[in-house]
């Protein structure tokens, strides 16, 4: 079992930035993949952003290329997703995952890759 906790949630203006934090703990593997998933009132789960703890690689949906960032803190097993310039379309529950095997497929961060999830955190973007 693997717990994940998230914090750093909140509401900002446009333009402005935020930085979300999830800490794992459990029986963590020495390489796993964690990410982040958002999703908005009446639509889909989507792959933000993952990163491949231990090693370091990490993928991005278009969308936030260039403005949000996932790093990782391997002492601490927990990974941050720093969010610059955010706009109103970034408004929306996020969620942390965790995944024994693998990041992404074809090129996708899939929700179904990510076996456990932490319980969500707010973040609200206002123009």
């Known amino acids: 079992q693997v717990q994940l906790v998230e914090s750093g949630g909140g509401s900002v203006q446009a333009g402005g930035s935020l930085r979300l934090s999830c800490a794992a703990s459990?029986?963590?593997?020495?390489?796993?993949?964690m990410a982040w998933f958002r999703q908005a009132p009446g639509k889909e789960r989507e792959g933000v952003a993952a990163?491949?703890?231990?090693?370091?690689?990490?993928w991005y949906a278009d969308s936030v290329k260039g403005r949000f960032t996932i790093s990782q803190d391997n002492a601490k097993n927990t990974v941050y997703l720093q969010m610059n310039s955010l706009k109103p379309e970034d408004t929306a529950m996020y969620y942390c995952a965790y995944s024994g095997s693998w990041c992404v497929r074809s090129g996708a961060i899939q929700p179904h890759l990510y076996n456990y999830w932490g319980q969500g955190t707010q973040v609200t973007v206002s123009s």
């Open positions: 990163i491949y703890a231990g090693v370091g690689s990490t």
């Open positions: 459990g029986n963590t593997f020495s390489r796993y993949c």
